[in-house]
């Protein structure tokens, strides 16, 4: 009943889709500047539509309704029911569901709030916008159907990987969704505005709204999914260089880019062509992502059962995709000859771009290179973080400078200012200070931390500067404080941080430098869905003499038969303690794992921070729009 | 030049996309069983008790020769350890250990405790130089002979079949 229902509504929103194709071309060769009321109608059924046939498989997963063959692949009727609510996107189908709905809100969304702009641009974008729906439910319909039927109706389903039991996950796909496919929107728009020529500064206004949206839910999404593999991997560890992380993190570098390019392209200043580019670019890496991910060709810690087929037919698509956006960015590129002083803001925010290109170059050529080499040698290789560190981190320090600076000249053309001054005192102070407390002699680490010092500094200093003149650009100073945090905090993290890694039994204690971990007890429960076997700790901290009991777990679940290690965290705004344990087969002594992780709340916050700008600075166009 | 940066970009792109289509036909799991038949590369490894290393080179001595990866934090070294124990007991055979990102102590109380079948007891703190084994997780286990050709590669625990199964090759 569900699955017919489903798949009428996914039919409904073929056919919607189907119509506002046929009207925007019909519409194109139309001389009124006015967009007819069927298409907003027409836009309004599909997004009725749409929404629906994900409310129908929610229903199906909250009745656990196993007659659908993906209901019954990925639920469990004893599955808590927050479990089986996130379920729904906690799979292949499902999450291709989730993105179909986002290209429809998207699309409609588009139509109905932007005003003002061109007609023909308008009706284009929402042109590309359904052929990209289209092909999204063609795919869904042929290959990845989440209403399939399954007969006879089995009386239990197998359940969802309890890895990705948690709530953290449950929240992180629908955020990094809304953050990529978000940005089909000014895929579609750079494809509309090339051909209908409208002039730079309406299309960056058109788009800068959607660009932060996308961005600020790619930053969230990404920094959910580390808080995830930091609590529920059990590694200690928050970033991995996985190929899916970095599928995500390649659209958010571009985003990045982009945010700051249209700046410049909303004072009329140039960088039409490379906006444009840089909007294409965006919506190609999401794509890219996607097919590393579903189609199977990396191994990651990232669970979609690998499928040729699926790839295939991502791949079909991305390619295209991008020979149409070459074909017509070749075929209608508008000309540019600005040219702008070596020290003028746009200057900066161009280097801000080729850093951000520069760090997508190197993840991408990291990500796909082991791919390449494999098809094309033969040969097996594995690009681990020691590749990236050792790329990225020397160039953090020119873009910690540039960040620093930058902000603070004007428009168009500036003089030389004097390096001189009260920040940059303040900051090699607070540097000095830090060193004698860290006594860290890596040269490398000891400048990225002054350079993060000295924008932190300089961007609260301009803080209280601009809050004296009234003129507060508070998102861009929240933002870059943010930014510094961050990479001052992971480095403090990662030059104080412990581990070690021993064998206990019951009763026994170990004595590290600083402290002491006692294995007090042991004890076994029966939960809903999995038993649990819980090691009681007592770590005790000889510099301060304080003690903390940790209780990490051993969990075995029954659907499916999967063993998963949860690590107890003591955690404080200063430092987490972090342990794992795991038994070892045939032996009554556990291995333990024991971590003392500085800051990491702090690393969090500094993302939280980092996003906040993005949402600030979306509110605040929408109070200028007003005005 | 429009032109000629539409072509090159074209051709890059048709490059890259042909390669990923080849791809999707793929063996993805890593299987380092295709490394059988082949030499070992020569490495330097560092000595657990001495600062001193040792080259694989040297290895041409021994007529059989076990490389095996292990660490005291690794379950199912613990288990197959009575097997190396049997395996150490063969002539023509000797034993490598390489101790696998582990701390000293904890190292040294795992072979107090089980018993040490090694002629050598090499380490690899960072898991670096194992990787020219092919090996990424422990325990493994490779049978050479004194060209160096890898005979046979253990992923997992022994069992007591695969030592069997060694002793026969050795005994030919």
Redesign the interface.
Known sequence: MLSKLGILFIIGTLFTSLSIIFLTFKELKAIDNLIPSKIYKFSLFQLFFSISSFFVLLLAYILSDFSLVNVYENSHSNKPLFYKISGTWGNHEGSLLLWINILVLFSSLFLFLTKNSDKSFKILTLLFQNLLIITFLIFLLTNSNPFSELFPVPLEGLGLNPILQDPALAIHPPLLYIGFVGSSIYFSAALAALISKIDSQSFAISIKSWVLVSWFFQTVGILVGSIWAYYELGWGGYWFWDPVENSSLMPWFVMTALLHSILVLERRIGLYSWVIVLSILTFTMSVTGT?LVR?????SVHTFA?D?SR??FI?SF??LM??SS?FIF?KF?PKENKKYSIFSKEAFIIANNWFMIFFLGVVLIGTLYP??L???TGS?I?VGPPYYNLILAPFLIPLLFLMTSGPNYKWISNDVRSLFNLVLVLSVTFFLITFFLIKENNLLINLILFFSIYLITQTLFDFYESFKKKNINISRIISHLGFGLLIFFIYINHIFSVE????LKLGETKKTDYYTIKFVNLEEQSIKNYKSIIGYFNVSNKKNFTSKELRPEIRVYDKPFTITYEASINSNLFSDTYLTM??????D?F?IKFQVKPFMNLIWLSVLLLSLGGVLNFFKRKKNEKN | MKKINYIIISVLFSLLFIVLYLSLGNEKIYNTQDLVGKKISEVEINLFQSNETFNTKELTNNEFTILNFWASWCGPCRKEHPNLVRLSKIKNLKLIGINFKDEKDNARNFLRENGNPFDILGEDKNGKNSVNFGVYGIPETILIDSELKILKKYIGPLNINDVNEIRKIVKK
């Open positions: 097919f189609s199977g060709i990396l191994n690998s040729p790839g295939l791949l991305l390619v991008v020979f070459i070749f590129s791919v390449l494999d098809t094309i097996k594995s070690n890694n021993f064998n795991s038994n070892i087969s045939d032996t002594v291995n």
